[in-house]
């Protein structure tokens, strides 16, 4: 059974910091890309950060601009998140999510998502 275990969100002043970890489980980790997606509320889930299999490649959305750093630990079966001056507009649940394929796609479409964590910005 793929699990994908979501954690390291919560309440943050505009400006802050979080780092988001995902834990894998029940597939061969390191033969696909992964993904951070987020869904605000009363809106439509929208891509965050992609990484592929191995690492090496990355891919963020424009709004993104430079603030989130997507990484991975296959040794661990670990994805992370690190997202620097954090703003209002950044509220969401954040998923964790598993491509179908091992390179970036850039869309917001996967094969298997966590349950989400929370991240609020606000002062």
């Known amino acids: 059974e793929v699990q994908l275990q979501a954690s390291g969100g919560g309440l943050v002043q505009p400006g802050g910091s979080l780092r988001l970890s995902c834990a894998a489980s029940g597939y061969a980790f390191s033969s696909y890309a992964m993904k951070w997606l987020r869904q605000a509320p009363g809106k439509e889930l929208e891509r965050v950060s992609e990484?592929?299999?191995?690492?090496?490649?990355?891919s963020y959305a424009d709004f993104v601009k430079g603030r989130f750093t997507i990484s991975r630990d296959n040794a661990k079966r670990m994805l992370y998140l690190q997202m620097n001056n954090l703003e209002p507009e950044d509220t969401a649940v954040y998923y964790c999510?598993?491509?179908?394929?091992?390179?970036?796609?850039?869309?917001?479409?996967?094969?298997?998502r966590g349950q989400g964590t929370q991240v609020t910005v606000s002062s």
């Open positions: 990484i592929n299999s191995g690492g090496g490649a990355t």
């Open positions: 999510a598993r491509s179908g394929s091992q390179t970036i796609r850039r869309t917001a479409t996967y094969t298997y």
